[in-house]
């Protein structure tokens, strides 16, 4: 079943300015990633924060994790255009089986 | 780098055929997935293997089925396809190592049932 939730749907930008999402789930979880999608193509793995985690950094990417209000924020710093694609939270509840959202849509103009 | 493969980027089959979608990866990655796309509904899992010959139901198996008799591949077989089951088709791959949780995905079917 569905767990994650993404908001918002959809989110346009210019460039070099930051964009955030963020992931609502409901039951409790191990770990939760962020997938980037281009459009078309398969998911890539973006980050991954453990349940005991609070925030992660990998580049230009910041992630938040509040486990007592099971939500996530996704922060992509000085956006480029190649950042355009869909983005997807995914929870994992210890059994390596993932639950996707809807993912949102980032759209990033030159 | 992690390869997962799927045999066809798009293809189109009528209603009542057997299709035969297929994946392959190269990580000797124990756990494989089959996953459906759809617009506003994210990824919805369909069936999933831990291991060779192993096959668990997902969330959506109704009308799916499965076989991995080896290790690197896992086949999703719709037995009699139907135009609800038009939709883009994600595989992925990833290890039962404890520190190991990503998914390495395929670039995906897109499936038009007519």
Redesign the interface.
Known sequence: ??Q?EEDPQALSIQEGENATMNCSYKTSI??L?W?RQNS??????LI?IRSNEREKHSGRLRVTLDTSKKSSSLLITASRAADTASY?C?T?AND????????TTVTVRA | DVKVTQSSRYLVKRTGEKVFLECVQDMDHENMFWYRQDPGLGLRLIYFSYDVKMKEKGDIPEGYSVSREKKERFSLILESASTNQTSMYLCASGSLASDSYEQYFGPGTRLTVT
């Open positions: 079943s569905q994650g191990n770990n990633q997938y078309g193509r398969g998911l890539v793995h991954l997807f995914a994992d390596y089986k993932l639950s996707f959202g809807a993912g």
